[in-house]
């Protein structure tokens, strides 16, 4: 079995418009016992914001404040400015291409000088583009070929690694397994470099949401509607699909011909629709997570993405178990290698991802965020630690009890 190394990380994301001096997010998060960040492109070191000559002395502050306080970047990673825009699946070639040579590349540089990785999620398929498999198709191959320029240049000025971040929805992809599977073998082929995933255990939960509906599903739905009943939550994909289904409902057509016509659109837009595999959190890690060089941690419900904190209280109604990690993590790496998929990845960087709101009381949220630490700490004690050390570990604990 590959064995990787674990370090616990926190993405800086929760200091953002708070403590934003490298040094002052520094000084608390070694006080909460993490040494290893995930610098946010929020937290002031935005390339569309500020300039490169602001960039080079942040740098050297971020450097400056490694030395004083022991903290190191690990990773740097896009925010919420990049994730606000279509991005990198942009219809305009000319704001792609500006992502990619003046988002990307100086993030990617910032990273190399850190001796950091790179992470990013900096696109999505406007509506349009979801109503037609071949334009969908078409664009994803775009989008492709960006992203394995993006990772030849990382290849190049000799980044650790760089990734994508799965998301759950049809307009964001990778959203589902086969999916992400066939991104990271294309860019792979086409840049003749890696581009690896960064799977969140809280953006497997929107798929559930997106499944091929049956046949008896939609005629229920329908009838309902007929009804004046407010149909449950009911996907069935494309616009013509869902006029076919408005008709129906209205009396304009008969039931069963609505139902056979919409199942026929279905079938012919796979892409708008996830397996039941994909809304599950362990399976993504079992089956990708040897391709993921960053894990991001949030506790959730598995119906959402809340990124709560690992507090006693919020695991009490959480999904999420240290446990449950490690175990399907080890899973991952047991599997035999495939080809024409990047090599399985040497250290995983578990990383807290914690929001906090605009309006959140910012004292309540450091002490959510330092229950978080502790209870990942249980199960990465050491950084560096192998997987199956950390395993191990947990499994003897349990055995204890």
């Known amino acids: 079995m590959q064995d990787p190394k674990l370090i616990l990380c926190i993405d800086n994301c929760f200091a953002c418009k708070r403590?934003?001096?490298?040094?002052?997010?520094?000084?608390?998060?070694?006080?909460?016992?993490?040494?290893?960040?995930?610098?946010?492109?929020?937290?002031?070191?935005?390339?569309?914001?500020?300039?490169?000559?602001?960039?080079?002395?942040?740098?050297?502050?971020?450097?400056?404040?490694?030395?004083?306080?022991?903290?190191?970047?690990?990773?740097?990673?896009?925010?919420?400015?990049?994730?606000?825009?279509?991005?990198?699946?942009?219809?305009?070639?000319?704001?792609?291409?500006?992502?990619?040579?003046?988002?990307?590349?100086?993030?990617?540089?910032?990273?190399?000088?850190?001796?950091?990785?790179?992470?990013?999620?900096?696109?999505?398929?406007e509506h349009g583009v979801l109503?037609?498999?071949?334009?969908?198709?078409?664009?994803?191959?775009?989008?492709?070929?960006?992203?394995?320029?993006?990772?030849?240049?990382?290849?190049?000025?000799?980044?650790?690694?760089?990734?994508l971040e799965q998301m759950y929805t049809p307009h964001m992809p990778p959203w589902t397994i086969a999916g992400t599977r066939e991104l990271l073998s294309q860019i792979y082929a086409r840049a003749g470099a890696p581009m690896y995933v960064t799977l969140d255990v809280g953006h497997m939960n929107g798929q559930q949401f997106f499944q091929r509906p049956g046949e008896e599903d939609i005629r229920e739905a329908i009838a309902s509607a007929r009804h004046g009943g407010q149909p449950r939550r009911l996907w069935i994909g494309s616009e013509a699909a869902n006029c076919i289904f408005r008709d129906a409902a209205a009396g304009k057509e008969e039931i069963s011909a609505a139902t056979e016509r919409i199942l026929e659109n279905i079938d012919e837009n796979p892409h708008l629709f996830a397996a039941p595999e994909d809304g599950e959190i362990w399976t993504w890690i079992e089956?990708?997570?040897?391709?993921?060089?960053?894990?991001?941690?949030?506790?959730?419900?598995?119906?959402?993405?809340?990124?709560?904190?690992?507090?006693?209280?919020?695991?009490?109604?959480?999904?999420?178990?240290?446990?449950?990690?490690?175990?399907?993590?080890?899973?991952?790496?047991?599997?035999?290698?495939?080809?024409?998929?990047?090599?399985?990845?040497?250290?995983?960087?578990?990383?807290?991802?914690?929001?906090?709101?605009?309006?959140?009381?910012?004292y309540d949220a450091m002490e959510d965020i330092a229950q978080s630490v502790a209870y990942w700490r249980k199960f990465i004690p050491r950084d560096g630690m192998r997987l199956s050390e950390a395993a191990a570990l947990q499994k003897s604990r349990m055995e204890c009890k």
Request: a neutral charge; glycine letters at 10%.
């Open 19 to 125: 403590w934003v001096k490298p040094m002052d997010w520094m000084r608390l998060i070694r006080s909460m016992g993490v040494t290893w960040v995930e610098q946010s492109a929020d937290t002031e070191c935005d390339p569309l914001y500020m300039d490169a000559r602001y960039t080079k002395d942040w740098i050297e502050l971020v450097r400056q404040g490694g030395e004083k306080t022991g903290v190191r970047v690990k990773n740097v990673y896009s925010g919420h400015g990049t994730y606000a825009t279509c991005g990198l699946a942009h219809w305009d070639a000319r704001v792609r291409a500006r992502f990619r040579d003046q988002w990307m590349k100086p993030q990617a540089d910032t990273a190399k000088a850190l001796n950091a990785g790179f992470g990013f999620f900096a696109h999505a398929f």
């Open 131 to 163: 109503q037609s498999a071949g334009t969908y198709e078409k664009t994803l191959q775009t989008l492709y070929g960006d992203l394995a320029e993006l990772a030849r240049y990382a290849r190049e000025i000799g980044l650790p690694a760089v990734g």
């Open 287 to 362: 089956k990708l997570g040897k391709y993921s060089p960053i894990v991001h941690l949030q506790q959730s419900d598995g119906k959402s993405s809340p990124h709560w904190p690992f507090s006693e209280a919020y695991n009490r109604r959480g999904v999420v178990t240290g446990e449950r990690l490690l175990f399907s993590l080890q899973a991952a790496f047991s599997s035999p290698a495939e080809q024409g998929m990047p090599d399985a990845v040497g250290e995983i960087a578990l990383t807290l991802e914690p929001f906090v709101g605009t309006a959140a009381n910012p």
